[in-house]
Nanobody
Framework: VQLQASGGGLVQTGGSLRLSCAASGRTLSSIAIGWFRQAPGKEREFVAFISGTDDSTYYAYSLKGRFTISRDNAKNTVYLQMNSLKPEDTAVYYC????????????????WGQGTLVTVSS
């Protein structure tokens, strides 16, 4: 599976962005997709995942209510809608795929996109 993350950019505090994770080489409809982010000088952290079996979703507690993960099987793409963005959301955002059940652990994912930079200005 090759993953291509896109949609990052510069946005003001309170703004919104929608990130996309497009796949090639395999359909995304039956595999788990996770979004992670890594800010400068910090470890990669879990953002959200969507299950490959029942499309159930799970979010990092601090992000729940502002971020929404969704899947469009026809486009073989998973999205991360980010609203009410804050400067602390600034990071490189990565999508990752896993053939087994989803998890919040980055090391458990088999395939990674290249990352897309989100910068939130104050």
């Amino acid at each position: 599976v090759q993953l291509q993350a896109s949609g990052g950019g510069l946005v003001q505090t309170g703004g919104s962005l929608r990130l996309s994770c497009a796949a090639s080489g395999r359909t995304l409809s039956s595999i788990a997709i996770g979004w992670f982010r890594q800010a400068p000088g910090k470890e990669r952290e879990f953002v959200a995942f969507i299950s490959g079996t029942d499309d159930s979703t799970y979010y990092a507690y601090s992000l729940k209510g502002r971020f929404t993960i969704s899947r469009d099987n026809a486009k073989n793409t998973v999205y991360l809608q980010m609203n009410s963005l804050k400067p602390e959301d600034t990071a490189v955002y990565y999508c990752a795929a896993r053939t087994l059940n989803p998890t919040v652990v980055p090391g458990a994912y088999n395939y990674w996109g290249q990352g897309t930079l989100v910068t939130v200005s104050s």
